[in-house]
Every structure is written in structure tokens, then in C-alpha cells.
């Protein structure tokens, strides 16, 4: 059998190994030098260790325990939000104006000159002049009728 | 089977029913555990009493939704590991020092010599020095009794890493301790 390892010794110390195993580890303790050593080192330190007692609770009071959560505010606390926050923010909304911007620019590009080609969405209609409707629209404003 | 005392889950389930007496039973059965934890992890009995009364609060909040998923206990350790811990980084992050040590936290439980409360202290002290995962599986583990895969569902470590801490826990204590190997506890 191998050498037992350092966690099985502690467990074995702390009476948790199954039973089939601390039989097995105990009999190789008998064999092994370096083993007992070891073990001794363990069951020594785990001993030592029970001298930290802390003293007992006193009762929990549930009439003041109850009081105190009635106490507490129920409403959403507001925290400042951290640097992090704040810089994912104002990246977003710097991604989205310029998206807004690029769209914005990219929907007002003027038509390619002398191809006479109508929009898709004016072809659809079946008329025969649709390029002109936006001229006539820009002749209805101000300066049209002050021409007129 | 009237007189079975009612399961954990069955208190939850009274508490989330607005029945404070079931905290009350919760509380007897576990409120000198949980103080003894955090008091050992926080090295500091005021924070150890806010930190269980919190840890109440926390069930009585949770009860009416809770449902077992893990063992009872474990849940609640959880809890409490982690209130202990943000109380910790609300102190600062300093091990356990001399200074936190209280005399009257040792309780001693026989006659007590000298050496016996020096041990205590000692062993208070070595515990309170060790790097900070360490000593909180090794309180978790000594003092507490919980399995490694407890441990690992408390802390929110790997079994591996909790094994791996233990084995250096217990070796750097032994060395802290090695002035008192020969004092029989």
C-alpha cells in the first residue's frame, strides 16, 4: 500500500474516514514509520486545536429580532452606482448617438443624378413620374408660393 | 410521532407562514453554532452578535420562499460565511490580530491553570494568523465539522481546493503549535 496521504490522516483524526478505509489506513499506520510520524504530527495538532472553545449564546430575543426587521426600510436602497457603471453607460449611449448619427446620415444620401431610378418603395406604386413627387413637394413650401 | 421535534424544513415553511415561534425553535437550535462561527471567523463578539442577528433576519426574510435544495445546515453556514465576510471587508481585510483577541471569548472548561487558558489563547491566536482561506476552511472543518464537499458549498470553493487548503492549514498550525506538542489538552 502507498504512503497515506495528508487529508485521509486528517480526516482519520477528525473520525470521519469509512470504516472500511480507516481499517485499512490503520493497518498500513502499523507498517509505516513515516506514516505514524506523520500521523502523530496530525492527531497531535488536531488535539491542540480543541483547547479554543468559545462560550454559548445567549437566547436570540425574536420579539426584538422581529422589531428590528420591522424597523428596517423596506424601500429599494439607492447606491451610488461604481466607476465601472457609469463608464458601460456612457459607452452605450456614445454607440448609440453614433449609430443615430451614421443611420441619420446614410437615410438623407441624395440619389445618384441623371439615373432617373425611383426609390423601391415609390416603384411599388405604378407611377409612371414618382421621381418628381418630392419636387412638387418642396414647390408647395414658403418659397414656392412666394414665387407663385 | 407527535412528539418529534419538527424538521428544519417544516419550521421554514411555519416561518414563511408569519409564525415567529418557529424562528424561535430555529434559533435555539442553531443560534450558538452560528455565533460560535462568525466569532471565530471575526474574531470580534459584537460583530459575531450583529452578524447572527442579521443571519435571522436573512431566514425569516428567505422562509417564504425557500426551498430545500441542499441540506439545511449548509444553506445556513452559507449565510453566515458570507455575512461574515462582508463584515470582514467592511473592517478591513487584517487577520484576527492580538489586539481583536478578547479574553473572555476563551472559554475554559475545566479547572483552569495557567497553561490551559495560554493554550487556548495560543491556539486562538496561530488559527487567527493563518491566510485568510485557510482559516476559514479550517474553522469550517475543526470547529464546525463539516465535510469537505460542506465546505466547498459553503465557501464556493472546488472540493480539490478546499482539500488542498486543509492539508496546508493543518501543517502551518502544527508548526505554530509546536511549542505545545507535548501539552496534553
Known sequence: MDHVKDIELIELAARRLEAEREKAVRAHLQDCPACQAKWRDIRSTWDLLGAWQVRPAAALDVARLAAAQRERPSATVLRFPGIRVIARVAALIAVSVLIGYAGGRWSIRPLPSGTGAEPSYVSVLGFESGGSFSSLVLQDGPAAREEG | ?185
Do not use: C
Open chain 2, 1 to 185: 410521532m407527535a412528539n418529534e421535534p419538527p424538521s428544519d424544513i417544516e419550521l421554514m415553511a411555519r416561518l414563511g407562514r408569519g409564525d415567529l415561534a418557529a424562528l424561535g425553535t430555529l434559533a435555539e437550535r442553531y443560534q450558538s453554532r452560528i455565533l460560535s462561527l462568525s466569532y471565530r471567523l471575526l474574531g470580534d463578539w459584537h460583530r459575531a452578535e450583529d452578524v447572527s442577528q442579521e443571519t435571522f433576519l436573512r431566514l425569516r426574510q428567505a422562509a417564504g420562499s425557500y426551498e430545500p435544495q441542499a441540506k439545511f445546515t449548509t444553506w445556513l453556514y452559507r449565510i453566515v460565511h458570507n455575512l461574515s465576510l462582508d463584515q470582514r471587508r467592511k473592517t478591513g481585510k487584517d487577520p484576527v490580530s492580538l489586539e481583536a483577541v478578547q479574553a473572555d471569548a476563551v472559554e475554559v472548561t475545566q479547572a483552569s491553570p495557567l497553561e490551559r487558558r495560554e493554550l487556548a489563547q495560543a491556539v486562538q491566536n496561530a488559527v487567527g494568523e493563518l491566510p485568510e482561506r485557510q482559516r476559514r476552511v479550517i474553522i469550517l472543518h475543526r470547529y464546525e465539522g463539516l465535510s469537505h464537499e460542506e465546505i466547498s458549498k459553503v465557501t464556493g470553493w472546488s472540493k480539490s481546493a478546499v482539500e488542498s487548503l486543509l492539508v496546508r492549514a493543518y501543517e502551518n498550525l502544527r508548526k505554530k503549535l509546536q511549542p505545545y506538542q507535548d501539552f496534553s489538552p
